[in-house]
């Protein structure tokens, strides 16, 4: 069944969508599924990590600036420690681009906006 004509059952996963929060119960939709479609960034942050939060509006930024051209899955590590465990994140802000359901590349820390353009651009498709 194709996700995107069938917006009731996963709104989250509706084109204009740019950013959603990936949860475990929901990351095998919103983020393994989701990248057949598009680049999906995952952003595994904490909310007490200064590095998350400088990194954060440079991503609303750039997912806002894209208009919908990859999805920015947030993910919470505190609540979400399996997705960390499972893709081995040694710190944070830890961000995995994912196409075609796996993984393609991966940065930490802080990164400027020019970095992060250039990651998504080396992965848009």
Known sequence: MD???HPELHP????DVYE?????????CTVIQESHKRL???DISADWCGPCRVLMPVLDKLSSAYGGEFLLA??????NMRIAGKYKV????????????EEVDRFHSAQREPFVGEF?????F
């Open 3 to 5: 996700l995107h004509n």
């Open 12 to 15: 989250e996963l509706r084109p």
């Open 20 to 28: 959603v929060d990936a949860t475990e119960q929901n990351f095998e």
């Open 40 to 42: 999906v960034l995952v």
């Open 74 to 79: 947030k993910v919470d590590a505190d609540e």
């Open 90 to 101: 040694r710190g944070f802000p830890t961000v995995i681009a994912f196409v075609n359901g």
């Open 120 to 124: 998504i651009e080396k992965h848009l």
